[in-house]
């Protein structure tokens, strides 16, 4: 996929309390991913459910709408899980898809310190 | 009594945020920082609960998707608990879903807020719940209070009177009150005129109120009756209080009637222990009155005290 485009943050890093926030959620944010990795891996639905609410939730007041939209697909397939292949399948991706967002936004912000 | 500061808007209001996620707590944190709110966080909702009930905040932001006790299970239970029912509660929920707002407004929700949230739209909802619950609160502590005397009134009265009673009777606690008439009145009213008359009221209520203790309950009874609820007191030592009440209505000068002193009448009943009270509390009234009427046919600017039971306990008369 694309790296994601700087101007999805809706906060100003030139403004101290925006900067602070973004860089709270950037900070925690590796953890997170591991948990999104270990809950995806032990097939933990409910875990991987919570993770992606809670994201879904909090990622666009950080700043973050586009984690927050992916987070939001993967909850909404969750929910719909009905153990076919196709929709595991269908999770799987968006779970790839919302890790590798991820991880574009940290990597972006490690090269940028 | 009640404290002005209560009734104005200005104190800065406690905002409870239950959520278990660190991300909202973070985000709020920061984002209500403009606000004159001081924000307290937990992260489950059992815990959320025991702080609303240990610290009463004057807002609660309540999540709804927590493990454990949920966001509605929380929200009965605080409307359900005596402490923490008027407490305004906003619902925050990343559910946008119609059940659930008609779920969280049945079991007493103010309002509704779906995250992700615009914080903007938050904390104009925020202030708005604040404003309106201390709006109401004023209201109906208003409701409580009469407005000539600033003393409570007669509802209050007799609910807070039934409420002591019990209490007393429960806990085998002492219990007394006193029923107090201004001596001539009328006499004041008609000489001097009502303004005059109304000011003598407001005046001994202050009186009543400056010699009080915090625990006491200073209520205007009627016309130019007042009627002091005194928990924890014996009828001796609530004789001690009114007493002095009596004494400084009679050294009071009046500016619009210098020449004519007010004095005041008093009857009290009591029970040192509250186990013992076998009486109805309009029974227990009315034994104040009785002694209240012995303390006028005996004189008036007079104090008369007795134990419910019957043994008379003192009689002042000023010197």
């Known amino acids: 996929m694309n790296a994601p485009d700087p101007n999805a943050f809706s906060l100003d890093i030139n403004d101290s309390e925006d900067a602070e926030?973004?860089?709270y959620f950037l900070g925690e944010l590796p953890e997170r991913v591991d948990?999104?990795?270990?809950?995806?891996?032990?097939?933990?639905?409910?875990?991987l459910g919570r993770l992606a609410h809670q994201l879904k939730g909090a990622a666009p007041g950080f700043g973050f709408p586009l984690i927050g939209s992916a987070a939001a697909k993967l909850e909404g397939s969750i929910r719909a899980l009905d153990q076919s292949e196709e929709d595991v399948n269908l999770v799987r991706a968006e779970v790839e898809n919302l890790i590798s967002l991820c991880q574009s936004y940290i990597s972006q912000s490690k090269n940028s310190h | 009594m009640v404290d002005p500061k209560d009734l104005q808007l200005d104190t800065t209001p406690?905002?409870?945020?239950?959520?278990?996620?660190?991300?909202?707590?973070?985000?709020?944190?920061?984002?209500?920082?403009?606000?004159?709110?001081?924000?307290?966080?937990?992260?489950?909702?059992k815990n959320g609960f025991e702080r609303a009930v240990e610290d009463s905040p004057a807002l609660i932001l309540l999540d709804l998707d927590m493990p454990v006790m949920d966001g509605f299970e929380t929200l009965r239970a605080?409307?359900?608990?005596?402490?923490?029912?008027?407490?305004?509660?906003?619902v925050l929920s990343g559910m946008d879903s119609s059940q659930d707002k008609v779920t969280a407004f049945d079991l007493g929700a103010i309002d509704f807020v779906t995250k992700p949230f615009e914080l903007t739209e938050l904390r104009a909802r925020v202030r708005s719940s604040l404003k309106m619950s201390a709006l109401m609160k004023m209201l109906s502590q208003k409701a409580q209070i009469d407005g000539l005397s600033?003393?409570?009134?007669?509802?209050?009265?007799d609910d807070r009177f039934k409420e002591e009673y019990d209490r007393a009777i429960r806990h085998g606690h002492p219990l007394s009150i006193a029923l107090m008439d201004l001596d001539h009145f009328k006499s004041i009213n008609d000489t001097f005129g009502h303004p005059a008359g109304d000011t003598v009221i407001a005046g001994v209520a202050k009186i009543a109120v400056q010699e009080c203790r915090s625990s006491d309950i200073a209520c205007r009874y009627g016309g130019e009756e007042f009627v002091l609820i005194m928990p924890e007191t014996s009828p001796a030592d609530a004789f001690t209080l009114c007493d002095r009440i009596r004494e400084r209505c009679e050294?009071?000068?009046?500016?619009?009637?210098?020449?004519?002193?007010?004095?005041?009448s008093i009857g009290i009943v009591g029970a040192t222990d509250g186990a013992?009270?076998?009486?109805?509390?309009?029974?227990?009234i009315e034994l104040a009155d009785r002694n209240l009427y012995d303390a006028k046919k005996s004189g008036r600017n007079m104090v008369r005290a007795s134990d419910i039971n019957g043994a008379q306990v003192k009689i002042a008369k000023a010197s």
Request: charged share 25%; aromatic share 6%; net charge negative.
């Open chain 2, 276 to 284: 013992g009270i076998q009486c109805t509390p309009a029974a227990m």
């Open chain 2, 251 to 264: 050294a009071t000068t009046w500016a619009q009637h210098p020449g004519r002193p007010v004095t005041i």
């Open chain 2, 78 to 90: 605080l409307k359900e608990e005596a402490k923490t029912k008027d407490i305004p509660v906003i």
């Open chain 1, 21 to 23: 926030l973004i860089e």
């Open chain 2, 150 to 157: 600033e003393l409570y009134n007669r509802s209050f009265f």
């Open chain 1, 35 to 47: 948990a999104i990795n270990q809950a995806s891996s032990s097939d933990d639905v409910e875990q």
């Open chain 2, 14 to 45: 406690v905002v409870l945020l239950i959520d278990d996620s660190q991300f909202v707590h973070r985000l709020l944190d920061a984002r209500m920082r403009s606000e004159s709110i001081s924000l307290i966080g937990e992260f489950n909702g």
